[in-house]
């Protein structure tokens, strides 16, 4: 077995960590990872409250939880709706997102074409998608 994925993300100065239940392992491994002189903003579906995990927790990192309240994982559409809210105007800003696929689409695309973020600046994957078994319903950038 392995560890949690996650991918090789960069030094920068600001990080946004976007993803479902699937993805917490990787953000924890990602946070538990940073320099304090990088500032992180993670967005994190989840069912509910109960389902939230222990994330390391200091002054430069935020998480924010955006819960599904029994909905279907995957049809919310919660991670897409709070990047449109959210400020992107940061510099050095570098993207990573892992979530299901109808909204790793929505994603890069809030990414690429509503932000301008360069491909080199960000990582969208898709780590599951809905209504497909086995491991290959999965997308990347």
Same mark, same amino acid.
């Given at each position: 077995m392995i560890g949690p994925g996650g991918g090789g993300v960069p030094e920068t100065e600001n990080? =946004?960590?976007?993803?479902?239940? !699937?993805?917490?392992?990787?953000i924890g491994r990602i946070l538990e990872g940073l320099p304090p002189s990088t500032h992180a903003e993670a967005l994190v579906e989840v069912?509910?409250?109960?389902?939230?995990?222990?994330? !390391?927790?200091?002054?430069?990192?935020?998480?924010? /939880? =955006?819960?599904?309240?029994? &909905?279907?994982a995957g049809t919310a559409g919660l991670l897409p709706a709070a990047l449109r809210e959210r400020n992107h105007a940061a510099d050095d800003l570098y993207v990573w997102a892992g979530c299901e696929f109808a909204d790793f689409r929505e994603i890069r695309r809030i990414v690429r074409k509503e932000w301008g973020?360069?491909?080199?600046?960000?990582?969208?994957?898709?780590? /599951? &998608? &809905?209504?497909?078994q086995g491991e290959d319903g999965g997308g990347e950038e």
């Open positions: 990080l =946004l960590l976007v993803g479902d239940d !699937t993805a917490l392992p990787a069912d509910g409250p109960e389902d939230r995990i222990a994330l !390391t927790q200091r002054d430069n990192i935020a998480v924010r /939880w =955006l819960y599904r309240h029994g &909905r279907d973020v360069a491909r080199d600046r960000h990582l969208v994957t898709a780590y /599951w &998608r &809905r209504g497909a």
